[in-house]
């Protein structure tokens, strides 16, 4: 399977302890995206990066998170001293880059489902 | 900043029923939009999209046209199946970045 994979799948940790997902997008897509969704709604954008650079960050994205992609593949995104409201799914995708204007799919990986007791 | 609007649900069908889920949108530039489908326990998948006015997507029977004068791109099937039951979302991109998503509308097709 050459989908974009996400690890792990589930994690349970309890309030005020540092987490961390991976994301492994498909290869050669030098897009790579987080998202955040919570139950009954839609996912919510993060950060996204081309190739190694992180190029936008939301303002969902607080100091208690980072993300990084250090050498254009993987990426991983960290949550220190995790709260209860951070509970969610969180979403990677990824795309190759945009031509023209015929913006190309983000292909999304399933997910990472994080619960903060 | 852009949004997207949808149809609210949950929406429960019989099966062959004609289905439609609204979707409108707020952007600045020219979005191109999107229909996502997610099937339980499974990831976001793309079903269709449109990249400008009067552009139509389709796949597996369902359809949406991009409405600029509306700003609408509505979701549409003729004869929807059991098979069908899912979560399906509205989105938009307005450059090669970040996408925005509707919340999301539940669809179970009874047979």
């Known amino acids: 399977d050459t989908g974009v994979s996400q690890n792990p799948r589930h994690k349970i940790t309890k309030r005020g302890q540092n987490v961390t997902f991976r994301c492994d997008p498909i290869s050669e897509h030098n897009r790579l995206y987080w998202y955040r969704q919570t139950l009954g709604q839609g996912p919510e954008f993060l950060t996204y990066?081309?190739?190694?650079?992180?190029?936008?960050k939301s303002r969902l994205l607080s100091d208690r998170f980072s993300a990084e992609r250090p050498k254009g593949s993987f990426s991983t995104l960290e949550i220190q001293r995790t709260e209860q409201g951070d509970s969610a799914m969180y979403l990677c995708?990824?795309?190759?880059?945009?031509?023209?204007?015929?913006?190309?799919?983000?292909?999304f990986g399933p997910g990472t489902r994080l619960t903060v007791l | 900043g852009n949004s997207v609007t949808q149809m609210e649900g949950p929406v429960t069908l019989s099966e062959e029923a004609f289905l439609t889920i609204n979707c409108t949108y707020t952007?600045?530039?020219?979005?191109?939009l999107f229909w996502y489908v997610q099937y339980p326990g499974e990831g976001l998948q793309l079903l269709l999209k449109a990249t400008k006015a009067d552009d139509k997507g389709s796949n597996k029977g369902f359809e949406a046209t991009y409405r600029k004068e509306t700003t609408s791109f509505h979701l549409e099937k003729g004869s929807v199946q059991v098979s069908d039951s899912a979560v399906y979302f509205c989105a938009l991109r307005t450059n090669a970045g970040k996408s925005t998503f509707g919340d999301g509308t539940t669809l179970t097709v009874k047979p």
């Open positions: 990066f081309q190739n190694e650079a992180q190029l936008e």
């Open positions: 952007a600045t530039g020219y979005p191109s």
């Open positions: 995708a990824s795309s190759p880059a945009a031509s023209g204007k015929s913006y190309n799919e983000q292909f």
